[in-house]
Nanobody
Framework: QVQLVESGGGLVQAGESLRLSCVVSGNTFNIYALGWYRQTPGKQRELVARITSGGMINYAGSVKGRFTISRDNAKNTVYLQMNNLKPEDTAVYYC???????????WGRGTQVTVSL
């Protein structure tokens, strides 16, 4: 079992920055990937950024150059630095872990990010 707790969401104006954090606890010994997804009402959850245990990183095209995913293994924490935020980035952001043991996905409860004009 893996537990995820996100923090750092909030209301900002366009052009500002936020940093999301996700603390991972439980069975953290074999994690294949850590990632951030986002979802808006009526739409499917979409991948924002992901980092694998091997260090491979991929981003959604809409956030490349503005968002940066990173991890601190000592703190069991994954971050999402979001710069130059746009109103279209408004969503609930979810932390995700893919277990290397069984391939299961684990999710946090989400944190709301709202970007106003």
């Amino acid at each position: 079992q893996v537990q995820l707790v996100e923090s750092g969401g909030g209301l900002v104006q366009a052009g500002e920055s936020l940093r999301l954090s996700c603390v991972v606890s439980g069975n953290t010994f074999n994690i294949y990937a850590l990632g951030w997804y986002r979802q808006t009402p009526g739409k499917q959850r979409e991948l924002v950024a992901r980092i694998t245990s091997g260090g491979m990183i991929n981003y959604a095209g809409s956030v490349k150059g503005r968002f940066t995913i990173s991890r601190d293994n000592a703190k069991n924490t994954v971050y999402l630095q979001m710069n130059n935020l746009k109103p279209e980035d408004t969503a609930v952001y979810y932390c995700n872990v893919i277990s290397g043991d069984n391939g299961l996905n684990y999710w946090g409860r989400g944190t709301q990010v709202t970007v106003s004009l």
